[in-house]
Nanobody, 125 residues
Framework: QVQLVESGGTLVQPGGSLRLSCAAS????????IGWFRQAPGKEREGVSC????????NYADSVKGRFTISRNNANNTVFLQMTSLKPEDTAVYYC??????????????????WGQGTQVTVSS
């Protein structure tokens, strides 16, 4: 059974930085990707970034390019989302999710099969 557990969400001031973690377990193959999504109240879920485990291909939403960096530690199946220059509009519940892939990764939530429970990020002074 695939399981994903997010951590690291908290309250941070505008301009600050934060690192989220996604601990993944239960995979029987390396051909999968981990994606980060976020959902603010009253808004649709948005794909933020993703990375494929086997090849390290990455993808970013335009809204976070240059500010967020996704990375992976294959030794312990953990994916990180380093967020810098945070803005109030980054406030949301952040989820990690996974889909099987032979190469790259998607930012479309419908392609993802398993989801974590989410972690709250609040950017406010």
């Amino acid at each position: 059974q695939v399981q994903l557990v997010e951590s690291g969400g908290t309250l941070v001031q505008p301009g600050g930085s934060l690192r989220l973690s996604c601990a993944a377990s239960g995979f029987t193959t390396d051909y999968y990707a981990i994606g980060w999504f976020r959902q603010a109240p009253g808004k649709e879920r948005e794909g933020v970034s993703c990375v494929s485990k086997r090849y390290g291909h990455t993808n970013y939403a335009d809204s976070v390019k240059g500010r967020f960096t996704i990375s992976r530690n294959n030794a312990n199946n953990t994916v990180f989302l380093q967020m810098t220059s945070l803005k109030p509009e980054d406030t949301a519940v952040y989820y990690c999710a996974t889909h099987y892939t032979g190469g790259g990764c998607s930012l479309r939530s419908l392609q993802y099969d398993f989801w974590g429970q989410g972690t709250q990020v609040t950017v406010s002074s």
